[in-house]
Structure formats: C-alpha cells, structure tokens
C-alpha cells in the first residue's frame, strides 16, 4: 500500500468527520450485518461474522482514508493494523452481545437478532470513531511547527576585525558554540 505523504487533505471538524464516519462505516456495517445473516444460515454465527468483519474492516479503513478523515488516498499499512485491532475490539462486543441475547431468549427471531447485532455494532462503532480519529488517522505535527527545532541554526558570521578585537569567550558565544 502506498504512503499518503504529501497528499493529506484539510482535516475536517470532528462533526464533518463524524457524520461521515456514519455514512461509510454505518453503510459498510448495514450492508455487513445483512451478509452475515446471509452466511450465518449455513456457518456458524461466529465465523460468518468474522470473516465479514475482515471484510468489511479493509473496505472501511480505504473509505475512512479517502473520505472521513480526509487523509487524501489509500490508506497505510500501519492504519489497516491499527484499525484491525480496533475491529477485533468491535467483534468481540458484537459476538457478546449475540451470545447474551441467544442466553436469554431461546429462539429469537432474525429482525431481534438484527437490532441487537445492530446496536451492538454501533455502540463498538462511537469508539471506534474516537479510535481512528484520535489514533489511527490523527494528524502528525510537523516537529517545525510544534516549536521544536529539527536543524541546528547557521552558524553566525563573524567579520575578521570583530573575532580578532573579541576576546575568546566572546569570540566562541558569537559563533553560537557557547
């Protein structure tokens, strides 16, 4: 995957960022809580909603670099495996949450599973969106512009007849080496 140097765009606010988090990750999650009922009617619920989540976690990292944080083009190797591992986190909230459904209501029926897995996947989906903006895509400070130097000053020019009248010290703090 190729790096994004050079191509990131503004940052949007975090209301802008936010709702577009909820457009491609929410659209993304909608069209993945469909696939695994699909799948989970012939593997079992677990797997079925694994290998969407792998899935589904690449197609909404690209659409998160492009579109949500305005990073400006595909995302990095390094944003994949820091928005896999907040994936897993989301997997494992929704995997509980079908578990403690399927504990208290023997049979339920496909649109409680869908409302649960549902809100399960938003609720993991707020703290992702806070993941991803603050971590994964936030915006590095260049080091110039976060008040810390990255090259050392020129040095100062110093005429002939000033470093021959100065004494040593003086010499040595005009040339900045004190």
């Known amino acids: 995957m190729e790096t994004v140097q ?12 936010f709702a577009r988090f909820v457009v491609c990750g ?17 593997t079992p619920w677990a797997l ?18 492009r579109f949500t944080f305005g990073a400006g083009g595909r ?4 944003q994949h495996t820091q928005s ?28 409680l599973e869908q409302v649960v897995y549902l809100s399960a996947s938003a609720l993991a989906g707020v703290a992702r969106f806070v993941v991803l903006r603050l971590v994964v895509f936030a915006r590095r400070r260049p080091r110039a512009a976060a008040g810390v130097r990255t090259a050392l000053p020129a040095p100062a020019v110093v005429p002939a007849a000033v470093s021959r ?12 080496a004190a």
């Open 6 to 17: 050079g191509r990131q765009q503004e940052a949007p606010g975090a209301f802008a960022a």
């Open 26 to 42: 929410g659209g993304v999650g909608l069209t993945s809580s469909f696939a695994v009922a699909a799948m989970a009617s012939w």
């Open 48 to 65: 079925a909603n694994a290998m969407v989540t792998v899935v589904s976690t690449l197609l909404a990292t690209e659409l998160h670099a």
């Open 75 to 78: 995302a990095t190797w390094r």
């Open 84 to 111: 896999a591992g907040s994936a897993a986190a989301a997997y494992i909230v929704t995997c509980v949450a079908m578990a403690v459904l399927h504990l208290l209501v023997a049979a339920p029926g496909a649109v």
């Open 165 to 176: 009248a100065a004494t040593p010290t003086a010499t040595v703090v005009l040339c900045g």
